[in-house]
């Protein structure tokens, strides 16, 4: 199976700017459904944003407008590019991709968001 590894995270002003990356160990020209979510201090982990094989997006009405998953499949990796970030935005982000009815996650990069 593919492995995941995030990075890009740090430590961001609000209204500051981030990009994630998540690479992957193998292809994953041949995973349809992958995408990021994140799980703040005391709190679940949610669904940010997930974007199919043929580039069909999903986004959580909270970051609508200010994030963006993208893939490249030529490099194995997917991106979420946050603007705008807000303090609440402050979680450890995980991308994760789907196969065989199954959620494969990374380990996750911290994302904090200063007022």
Known sequence: QVQLVESGGG??????????SCAGSGSIFS???????RQAPGKQRELVASITSGGI???A?????RFTISRDNAKNTLYLQMNSLKPEDTAVYYCYYIWGGRRYWGKGTLVTVSS
């Open 61 to 65: 009405d909270f970051v609508k407008g």
């Open 11 to 20: 430590l961001v002003q609000a209204g500051g700017s981030l990009r994630l």
């Open 57 to 59: 997006t999903n986004y």
């Open 31 to 37: 995973i349809n459904v992958m995408g990021w979510s």
